[in-house]
């Protein structure tokens, strides 16, 4: 595995946090569904077209890649999650019973 085909997570300029990997045969639908997501001008800036989905050889072609000769990457963005709430359980002596203490949180989860 070279260095360029393990993932990466980045955090970019703006605060959001992505994972950078090689494209995959598998994210055929997923590239679907991100051209769907695309304003109309965002497409025509992007393809040189403005139709409402690409076609499916142009989707296997953009999945199926050699990684040799032609790379394609994704980019994912990883959402991350405030805590909202923490539970801990304490035992003060093993012959007592256990408290349990409930409270909010909003650390972010990694």
């Not at 955090?11 to 494209?23: F, P, T």
């Amino acid at each position: 595995m070279t260095a360029a085909s393990r993932p990466q997570v980045v955090r970019l300029r703006s605060g959001d946090v992505v994972r950078i990997r090689q494209v995959r045969p598998g994210d055929v639908q997923a590239l679907a569904r991100a051209y769907a997501r695309l304003g109309e001008e965002s497409r025509y800036r992007r393809f040189f077209t403005a139709r409402p989905e690409l076609s499916d050889s142009f989707l296997h072609a953009a999945a199926e890649v050699d990684h040799e000769n032609h790379e394609a990457l994704a980019f994912a963005r990883i959402v991350l999650l405030p805590v909202i709430a923490v539970r801990r359980a304490l035992l003060a002596d093993p012959g007592a019973p256990a408290s349990d203490e409930t409270a909010p949180g909003d650390l972010p989860l990694s």
